[in-house]
């Protein structure tokens, strides 16, 4: 009976650190990997837009502007990560790699993730879901993915609808380790266009 005991609660132990998500171990044991998951990706698509400047005598002058992708990032299983690299990788609508891969590249950041307080109330996971905050807050980031080459190289220098290579698929995998060393990864992609914003005549 001790021994069917002392097993059991073992079995306890084990089953509530995995639940827990216990931070650090020794050998590892009590220690998974940190599930990282892009929580949210905005704009849902990238498209250039159009930001107008004075030049004098009452003309002004239009210049594209390419914007950022913010990301936020989250874990489900309690064990906090840092994302240090990514990679990004563009594809034609039919899985090619845009221009044989030339626009693909890589980074650098350096975006802790802190994992959530675990709970058992519905309510409160619920609120830590929608949360939002600016690109400096926690578990969140941005990057440059629709860059001046790859515009340039999607509508090729003019404005001919038949010329475009639109939309282009940008594929993200992001890169780092956990707190217990563990190598971790996450993805996500966007779309990128080439049709001009319109002005939100509201603002």
Known sequence: MKKFNAVFTLLLIFVLAQLAGCQSSP??????????FVAKVEPSFLQPELSESAEGEGSTAATVVLPALALAFNVSNGVSCFVNSYVVRYYTPDGSSLNGGKFDHSGAISLLVDAPEMTWSPSEEEEETTTTGSGSAPNQTSIEVYL??????????????????????????????????????????????????EADESE
């Open 148 to 197: 001046p080459s790859v515009y340039a190289f999607m509508n090729k220098g003019n404005t001919v609808i038949t010329d475009d290579v639109s939309p282009v698929i940008a594929k993200i995998e992001f890169l780092g380790k956990d707190i217990n060393d563990k190598e971790i990864r996450a993805a996500a992609q966007v779309n990128l266009v080439t049709t001009i914003k």
């Open 27 to 36: 050998g590892g044991i009590f220690s998974p990997s940190a599930d990282l």
